[in-house]
């Protein structure tokens, strides 16, 4: 059930990615598209480096870098043998798909292609994807379940 868990959230992720790119790399976003004001915006970014951007033009390695967490990831879940779902699961299944989207723009493209904006005027976050967002909330369900977890060992 765990497996299965994890394949399912990972492949539905990667979809939900590959769907979104897909719809948005056939529009014309030259300039941005605003979707509630200025603080929710579509606008095309290509990004051929990593995490915001940095090292730049070093699409291979990070392809490369991204297939060795991806089974790193799949190790650690598996080497947890837990007997159910846990948010364990459901992070490290975010993760994957998040990683495994990014990747295929990657081994395809040479970049990663970013698309949401968010900011207030011009106070700007980064521009992400969808498989970005679905990394960083599978961190943040990991960081809390391991908050969690400790939490409760310490008060037995």
């Known amino acids: 059930m765990r ?7 990972a492949l539905a992720l990667i979809a ?6 897909m719809l948005v790399d056939g529009m014309d976003l030259a300039v941005p598209h605003q979707l509630i004001g200025s603080l929710l915006q579509i606008i095309r970014g290509e990004n051929s480096g990593g ?5 730049q033009g070093s ?8 297939i060795g967490v991806i089974l790193a990831l799949v190790i650690f879940h598996e080497r947890e043998r837990l007997p159910r779902v846990t948010p364990l699961t459901v992070g490290v299944g975010l993760l994957i798909g998040g990683a495994i989207g990014n990747l295929i723009d990657r081994l395809a493209f040479g970049y990663v292609l970013d698309f949401i904006d ?3 005027g011009s106070l700007r976050f980064w521009t992400f994807n969808i498989a970005d967002a679905g990394i960083s909330f599978g ?15 310490v008060r037995r």
């Open 59 to 66: 699409a291979p390695l990070l392809a490369a870098l991204s």
């Open 16 to 21: 939900a990615d590959r769907g979104s790119k």
């Open 51 to 55: 995490l915001f951007g940095i090292v």
């Open 3 to 9: 497996r299965a868990t994890l394949a399912l959230i």
């Open 118 to 120: 968010v900011g207030v």
């Open 139 to 153: 961190i943040v369900i990991l960081l809390v379940d391991t908050l969690w977890r400790s939490r409760s060992t």
